[in-house]
């Protein structure tokens, strides 16, 4: 018991000098990602990947009513058959992916630019309906990761 009071102690200083460092959260005021909540004017390819991954900027971001900047993302997408059986069926598929991405002003100005990187990978064994869900939601995982990962770069901007 006496353990677990200091441990909460130690947790409460540790909280109370994060403010005094000027620390702010992601989603607090002012700073990092909340500083483009709704001012950030997006641009992704026109592929399925590239709605997935912009429906989930905007999950984060939100929708730009007034745009102050816009976030230019390039995606590269590939297929690698990582499992074969000796008959040479593919067991296994796995979508690596990579974002290149531009944050600028709207008079054009570059204020940051990255690549976020990652893979998912799904099972064929199943039906052709079992395996066209699971390549969907494969997909899917890539472009959240993705966007998250550019999110989580973009809230370390120092914006003008």
Do not use: K
């Amino acid at each position: 018991m006496l353990w677990h009071d200091a441990t909460r102690r130690m947790a409460l200083l540790g909280l109370l000098s994060l403010g005094a460092c000027g620390f702010a959260p992601v989603h607090g005021t002012g700073s990092g990602a909340d500083a483009l909540q709704n001012r950030v004017s997006l641009t992704t390819p026109d592929t399925v990947i590239g709605f997935r991954t912009r429906a989930r900027l905007e999950d984060r971001l939100g929708f730009a009513t007034a745009p102050a900047y816009r976030l230019t993302v390039n995606l590269n997408v590939t297929r690698d058959n990582v499992a074969i059986t000796e008959e040479g069926d593919i067991t296994r598929i796995t979508l690596p992916g990579q974002a290149t991405f531009t944050l600028s002003t709207l008079s054009g100005t570059t204020v940051s630019t990255g690549t976020a990187s990652s893979f998912t990978s799904y099972s064929t064994t199943g039906t052709t309906v079992a395996t066209r869900a699971a390549a969907n939601d494969a997909r899917d995982r890539l472009a959240i990761i993705l966007a998250d990962q550019i999110v989580a770069q973009l809230a370390a901007v120092p914006l003008p």
